[in-house]
């Protein structure tokens, strides 16, 4: 784009990269938080200023970005998402991320299941809550097998539940005498037969030991279900994220596809990744094995090793299906747990740990402060817990002493309303304990825990961190325990940067630092607070390559192959729904309308079943509307 009283002056030697300028420019660099344009050349940040200041990097091969004034902030990072399982498995999932209604939600399924070839499962698999929907209120399995009579279906809600239609009932292998796992129920009708409701009671490997029953991808596909993952991630900001690992993830199989596009250079996000013990009584043997294959830091700016965890032992991790009362442990876990905390700590690998309750955590730390006792903590290493919902200020007080970090997710946009519902409104203000944690200055990054529960877009953790609403718009925790925008905004950059020993080089907007930026749709310091959510990024820069382009900018994005296999939920109707924003009053009106006419017709057509009203009776709204 022409610059108008700019002259190309630096030689191709010096000339940047790319120059996004006419910006509001929000750098997180406390010697200059705002600026107009920024320069980058080989991946970093040259100048950051105003015209004046990147005008010698301007050569004749810069692309020049105008943002049109729109606001500029460092690339988003989430701390805790599931990124390298999610990619492996994208293209094959239905998403009802921000889908307003359940009708809507049912009618993608049905659409859906008509398009999916014999074998192939339809899976809608987190995202969403009931709490989301007009309607309030997950599926019925008999509305999976009116939708979908001979396609197996698959529905996760929460950590709590999932639904299945009767042709998935009879694909995952379940029958009057398939015996319950340990911790979770296969709930049974008058017959003895399965229903198709599957309960996490309270663990949810029985939900995800049939979900993996499902058919996967193989070969080219799962580079291209990845790179299209990341493409939607860079859609809303993001350039980093730290996976945490999580079980099916075993190493270093399923990371094979994320190390194959790092080596060909194809990655449009930054990845730290962490390794899981996936196998229970085998986990000191894995850690062992690691150790002497791969180090924390090994790797690159785009794909590094970061550490163990979120689980070290199984028998040390607790379950957050909060519709269920908190799991109780077994008695004798620390054992097993410190061997390996302690083959970690001896060996500088670091950590992060699954814990949502205080419980947990107290007998953590109490593992913790007996090796301090012989000087591994704190030791360099970086270490963190994850979730902390209900994690108590003496907690934090031994946390900090430790050196340790946390790390925190929005999974109570989503399951924020069973919470409450179990431990009260007094707990739920507190969960997790933002202001505590923030106030002992302890590294607090932010994430979603994404992609089985939680969506993976930033902008409704950023929202539930600043307004402590959840998806349903209930109120949980009361404004002395939400964080101002900016201070979200750190979470999802800074910290992030800290938890990987990266914040030299990234989480900032200044010279010698990572090029990684996105220029927003909408200000989000300056729009209505229920607005946030609906924030997407119009462009998204990554070590100075553009990786994601829309509104005046499509196109300039990088090409990557269509989505394949062609009867992909993603080929047809994408990720995440993106849905008018609250604030704009015209938008939500035709929304609302549309909604409204729906179910006129709905009704309509109820009693024209019944036989209260002829078939051929003229419809009393004009049908351009009927969706």
């Known amino acids: ?61 810069t692309r020049v970005v105008d943002a049109l004034g729109r606001r500029v902030v460092p690339g ?25 209604s359940l009708r809507q939600g049912l009618a993608m399924l049905r659409d859906q299941a008509a398009r999916t070839p014999k074998g192939q499962w339809v899976r809608v698999v ?31 809600h929460l950590y709590q539940s999932a639904l299945l239609n009767r042709a998935a009932v009879k694909a995952a292998g379940f029958t009057k005498d398939t015996p319950d796992p340990r911790g979770g129920q296969i709930v049974r009708g008058r017959d003895g037969e399965p229903t ?44 980093s994220a730290i996976d945490a690992a999580g079980g099916f993830q075993n190493f270093p199989g399923d990371y094979g596809t994320v190390t194959e ?43 590094r090793l970061n550490g163990a965890g979120e689980n070290l032992t199984w028998a040390a991790a607790d379950f957050e299906n909060f519709a269920q009362p908190r799991p109780q442990l077994t008695g004798d876990y620390e054992a097993a747990f410190e061997k390996a905390v302690r083959l970690l700590m001896e060996n500088g690998w670091g950590f992060r740990l699954h814990a949502t309750y205080d419980e947990t955590i107290r007998r953590d730390l109490a593992v913790f402060e007996k090796l301090a006792a012989e000087g591994l903590f704190p030791a360099g290493n970086r ?12 907690s934090l007080d031994r946390i900090a002493a430790l050196g340790g970090a946390l790390s925190v997710q929005n999974r109570l946009s989503f399951q924020g309303e069973a919470f409450l519902r179990r431990y009260g409104a007094g707990a739920a203000a507190e969960a997790p304990p933002l202001a505590a944690m923030l106030g002992r ?28 609403r959840s998806v349903g718009d209930l109120a949980l925790r009361p404004p002395q325990n939400r964080v101002g925008r900016e201070t979200a905004l750190a979470m999802y950059t800074r910290a992030g940067a800290q938890l990987t020993g990266e914040d030299g080089v990234k989480g900032s907007l200044r010279p010698g630092y990572y090029g990684d930026l996105a220029i927003l749709s909408d200000d989000y ?23 994601y382009a829309a509104a005046e900018y499509e196109g300039l994005d990088e090409d990557i192959p269509a989505v394949s296999p062609e009867w992909s939920p993603v080929a047809h109707v994408g990720g995440y729904q993106a849905t008018g924003t609250p604030g704009g009053s015209g938008a939500r009106q035709a929304e609302l309308l549309g909604q409204a006419v729906a179910e006129s017709e709905q009704h309509r057509q109820w009693r024209v079943r019944r036989g209260a009203l002829p078939e051929d009776h003229a419809p009393a709204f004009d049908s351009c509307f009927v969706l």
């Open 196 to 239: 198709g409701l599957l309960l996490a009671a309270p663990g949810a490997l029985i939900l995800y030991s049939t979900l993996a029953k499902a058919p996967t991808l193989h070969g080219a596909d799962k580079k291209t279900s990845t790179r299209h993952f990341l493409r939607e991630l860079n859609r809303f900001g993001l350039t």
């Open 126 to 156: 987190g995202g969403w809550s009931a709490e989301q929907f007009a309607e309030r209120r997950p599926p019925t399995v008999a509305e999976l097998n009116a939708a979908a009579p001979d396609t197996p279906v698959f529905i996760l």
């Open 525 to 547: 310091f300056t729009v209505p607070e229920q607005d946030i959510p609906h924030i997407e990024s119009v462009l998204t820069i990554v070590g100075g390559r553009i990786v």
């Open 76 to 100: 988003l990072n989430d701390t805790h998402l599931h990124v390298i399982r999610g990619g492996l498995n994208y293209v094959l999932e239905l998403r009802w991320d921000g889908v307003p």
């Open 441 to 468: 200055g302890l590294t607090v990054g932010a994430g979603t825990d994404a992609t089985r529960v939680s969506s993976y877009n930033p902008w409704v953790a950023l929202h539930w961190l600043v307004s402590g």
């Open 1 to 61: 784009m022409p610059v108008g009283g700019l002259v190309p002056v630096a030689t191709d030697d010096e000339a940047a990269d790319v120059i996004v300028r006419n910006a509001k420019v929000y750098t997180q660099d406390a010697a200059r938080p705002q600026a107009g344009a920024v320069a980058i050349r080989d991946g970093v940040v040259r100048a950051v200023g105003d015209d004046a200041d990147i005008a010698p990097y301007l050569g004749a091969r």
């Open 383 to 394: 270490w963190l817990f994850d979730h902390a919902e209900t994690v108590s200020p003496d």
């Open 261 to 303: 596009l790092a080596e060909d250079g194809l990655l449009s996000l930054r990845i730290a990744y962490h390794l899981f013990p996936q196998t229970a009584g085998q986990e000191i043997e894995d850690l062992t094995r690691w150790i002497e294959m791969v180090r924390p830091g090994d790797g690159d700016a785009w794909l």
